[in-house]
């Protein structure tokens, strides 16, 4: 399974441990064994850099904060639903990032993890993802 490209898919993800490795006083992220041991129900928190227009039409990348709830593993990385929609991009449909969007990623773009209510977990792991990324 490949990750997002820039390029190729208007959206990527940055590196957790490169921004701790820039910003070492500032910047925390969880111990790399709870990164690798993410279970099916709990919360990612990652930073996505996505492509989009800025009020006077220029094309830039803008890095957002968002949370993804884990749906399962696919050999070292993870899929994971994402929680909401990001605030960069204009809900038009046509982007592939939206609420209950799949986002595959690895440990090393966690930033942070959390422990959702069951009944939220189960509610959001319940719906068909709205978009699907290629196994292949």
């Not at 928190?45 to 039409?57: F, Y």
């Not at 990001?86 to 422990?115: K, M, N, Q, W």
């Not at 939220?120 to 719906?127: N, P, T």
């Amino acid at each position: 399974m490949r990750l997002p490209v820039l390029e190729r898919d208007f959206w990527t993800l940055l590196s957790g441990e490169a921004s701790r490795a820039a910003h070492p006083d500032t910047f925390w992220i969880p111990p790399v064994e709870a990164r690798r041991g993410l279970r099916r129900d709990q919360a990612a928190r990652l930073i996505l850099e996505i492509e989009s227009e800025d009020k006077d039409g220029t094309i830039c990348a803008m890095g957002e904060r968002m949370w993804v709830i884990v749906s399962e593993r696919v050999g070292d990385l993870y899929i994971g639903i994402l929680d909401n929609p990001p605030a960069t991009l204009e809900h038009s449909g046509r982007a592939y990032l939206c609420f209950g969007a799949e986002v595959p990623f690895g440990p090393e773009h966690v930033i942070d993890i959390a422990d959702p209510p069951a009944e939220y977990v189960e509610w959001q792991l319940g719906l068909k993802p709205e978009r699907t990324w290629p196994r292949d």
